[in-house]
Antibody
C-alpha cells in the first residue's frame, strides 16, 4: 500500500523559514517525480514545485521561485521543501504528491499525502 | 498554460449525469488528469492521460478530449461524489490546475 506522509508545518512569522518533509512508502521511489501542491484557505489547488526522479531537476511556480527550494533524499525515500522568506500568501495546506515517470515523461499525480498546514502570520 | 474549468459549481440530484469541462490555453495533447477532492481528505486521481480510468475508480467516471478541450463526466451521481473536482495539465512547467468545480448533491 502506498503512503505519503507530510510533516513540518506550523506557524511562522513573515520573513521566517520552515522546512516541510514528506516520507514515501510503497512506491518504487526512483520511478517517481515528487511534487508539492498547496491549497490556501478557501481557494483551489496550486502547484508549487516538482523534482525529477533523479533529483537533477527542480521546478517552481513563479510565486515561490527564489524563496522555496525542493530536494529529495533517496536513502530516506523522502521529499523536502525549504520555505524561506515566507509571506502571508504562503499560508495553506501543503500536499506532497507522486507522479510515475517513464522514458523521461512524467504523468499525473497518482498518489497524495494528507497535507501539512502552514500559517504565516505576525 | 492556463486551464479554464467550468462550471465553477453545479447542483445535481442522485442519479443525474454531471459534465465538467477544462479548456487549455494551448495544445496539451492528452497530458491531463482529473482529481476529486473531498473536505479534509487527500485529493484522489480519477483519470490520467485524459481518458484512462485509474485502478479502483468507479466506471461512473469517464474522461474525454485531447488538445485543448477536455471533459469529465460523472454518470448516475451518488452521494459520495460530493466534493470539488480539478483538472491538472502536466504537459509542461509550470504545471497548472483548473479553478475547480464544486459538485453539490
Amino acid at each position: 500500500e502506498v503512503h505519503l506522509l507530510e510533516s513540518g508545518g506550523g506557524q511562522v512569522r513573515p520573513g521566517e523559514s520552515l522546512r516541510l518533509s514528506c516520507v514515501t512508502s510503497g512506491i518504487t521511489y526512483s520511478d517517481y517525480s515528487l511534487n508539492w501542491v498547496r491549497q490556501a484557505p478557501g481557494k483551489g489547488l496550486e502547484w508549487v514545485s516538482s523534482i525529477s526522479p533523479s533529483g537533477t531537476h527542480g521546478y517552481y511556480a513563479d510565486s515561490v521561485k527564489g524563496r522555496f527550494s525542493v530536494s529529495r533524499d533517496d536513502a530516506k525515500k523522502s521529499l523536502y521543501l525549504q520555505l524561506n522568506s515566507v509571506r502571508a500568501e504562503d499560508t495553506g495546506l501543503y500536499f506532497c504528491a507522486a507522479a510515475i515517470c517513464r522514458s523521461g515523461d512524467c504523468y499525473t499525480f497518482d498518489f497524495w499525502g494528507q497535507g501539512t498546514p502552514v500559517t504565516v502570520a505576525s | 498554460i492556463q486551464m479554464t474549468q467550468s462550471p465553477s459549481s453545479v447542483s445535481a440530484s442522485v442519479g443525474d449525469t454531471v459534465t465538467i469541462t477544462c479548456r487549455a490555453s494551448q495544445d496539451i495533447s492528452r497530458w491531463l488528469g482529473w482529481f476529486q477532492h473531498g473536505p479534509g481528505r487527500a485529493p484522489k486521481v480519477l483519470i490520467s492521460d485524459a481518458t484512462s480510468l485509474q485502478n479502483g475508480v468507479s466506471s461512473r467516471f469517464s474522461g474525454s478530449g485531447s488538445g485543448t478541450e477536455f471533459t469529465l463526466t460523472i454518470t448516475s451521481l451518488q452521494p459520495e461524489d460530493f466534493g470539488i473536482y480539478y483538472c491538472l495539465q502536466v504537459k509542461s512547467f509550470p504545471l497548472t490546475f483548473g479553478g475547480g468545480t464544486r459538485v453539490e448533491i
